[in-house]
């Protein structure tokens, strides 16, 4: 196992994470152990090799703050794609203690601005927080030609803030214990909380268990998730929902075809948001036998060592 020390006041290997990052021979058949001292960094992060782990030492920010209207180096907008402040592609990696983050969104104005795009399998992080306004966690499909992959992310114990799609994509990810912090930036517009883009041959997208929704925002403003595909897969099993839920719980973004394609269900929620009432009939209210189906060992096909 290598170790290395990432330092701002020069006191480790590296005064920046993505030179120690660089500094990682290609096709390392050791373990990369990263080991990042207290600090903002601002860098534009691109972690791509794989069978590493990162450890924030204090009070870790990986910190950027592109958007998607900014122009590039062309002159045209540069996408949701690039605004990120952090690429992981590299698989088998582990995180904990790092604070993500894309700083552009705060005023509202400036559209998505990713804090931390995924492509990668055993994805895992625990007591991180992800922090932006629109598109805050961005978490991807493999390649084309990576589709041996299966893009597996897990995260325990994480803070994921945001106000509009801002957890979305199209992995299979797996959320214990995290507290979802619906942000009120855009007051003028409602708010989603997730966006999947399910493929259809997957059984589950992203499966949130015993998590906090919370918010500041007004009541019954805020949606579970809307389809940015047409097979999203979005289950809330054994979570408290604060009363910024709305209580149709959720939107099919206008799309009334994905009624009968998407998979959006809940199980033993509880709290204010959590009455199913009202809920959109094209939603599902699962049955305990049911929700077994999206345990943590169900989803990841009971493959769940690395998520220890």
Known sequence: ??????????????????????????????????????????EKLRIHKPDLRLYGVGEVRLVYDDYAPKPGSDGAPMGTYASCSTYITGDNIRVENIIFENTAGESGKVGQAVAL???????????????????????????????????????????????????????TAYFEECEIISLNVQKEINGYITAAATPEDKEAGFV??????????????????????????????????????????????????????????????????????????????????????FSLEAVFGGDTDWTR
């Open 117 to 171: 795009y995924v492509d990668a399998d055993k994805a895992v992080f625990k007591n991180c927080s992800f922090l932006a306004a629109q598109d805050t966690l961005y978490l991807a499909k493999p390649k084309e030609e990576k589709q041996n992959r299966s893009g597996r992310n897990y995260f325990e114990h994480c803070r994921i803030a945001g106000d509009i799609d801002f957890i979305f994509g199209s992995a």
């Open 208 to 293: 949130f268990h015993r998590c906090r929704m919370v918010s500041d925002a007004a009541a019954n403003s805020v949606y579970l998730g809307r389809p940015w595909r047409d097979y999203a897969r979005t289950v809330f099993m054994d979570c408290w929902m604060g009363g910024h839920i709305r209580r149709e719980g959720w939107d099919d973004w206008g799309k009334p075809s994905v009624n009968h394609t998407v998979h959006y269900a809940e199980y033993g929620n509880d709290g204010p948001g959590a009455d199913t009432n009202a809920r959109v009939s094209w939603s599902k209210q699962l049955l305990e036998h049911e929700a077994g189906s």
């Open 1 to 42: 196992m290598r170790t290395i020390w990432v330092s701002k006041s020069g006191g480790g290997d590296f005064t920046s994470v993505q030179a120690a990052i660089d500094s990682i021979p290609e096709g390392a058949a050791e373990e990369t152990v990263l080991f990042i001292e207290p600090g903002v960094y601002k």
